[in-house]
């Protein structure tokens, strides 16, 4: 069992910057890999950014693309999302998520977190 707790969401200009991040516990973090995935209101829930378990691997989506990061610090069990020129079409609530194998931009993952609010203002 894997226990994801994310935190970092907020309120934020466009433009502006956030970085959150996803603590976890429980079993092997470094033998997850990991992803993230935002919901808006009223839409589905969709991938943002994934990272392999060693961390050499990276995804993201075209949306995001050039804008955010994904990290991960096997050694602090966090995954982390730098979150750039944000815009109001980012605004959502972010989830990470953890699976063993190889990442996806499905939502096949083994556990999930509670996910935090991400709010840009214009």
């Known amino acids: 069992q894997v226990q994801l707790v994310e935190s970092g969401g907020g309120l934020v200009q466009a433009g502006g910057s956030l970085n959150l991040s996803c603590a976890a516990s429980?079993?092997?973090?470094?033998?997850?890999?990991m992803g993230w995935f935002r919901q808006a209101p009223g839409k589905e829930r969709e991938f943002v950014a994934a990272?392999?378990?060693?961390?050499?691997?990276?995804y993201y989506a075209d949306s995001v693309k050039g804008r955010f990061t994904i990290s991960r610090d096997n050694v602090k069990n966090t995954v982390y999302l730098q979150m750039n020129s944000l815009k109001p079409k980012d605004t959502a609530v972010y989830y990470c998520?953890?699976?063993?194998?190889?990442?996806?931009?499905?939502?096949?993952?083994?556990?999930w977190g509670q996910g935090t609010q991400v709010t840009v203002s214009s």
């Open positions: 990272i392999s378990w060693s961390g050499a691997y990276t």
């Open positions: 998520a953890a699976r063993s194998g190889t990442y996806r931009v499905d939502e096949e993952y083994d556990y």
């Open positions: 429980g079993r092997t973090f470094s033998g997850y890999a």
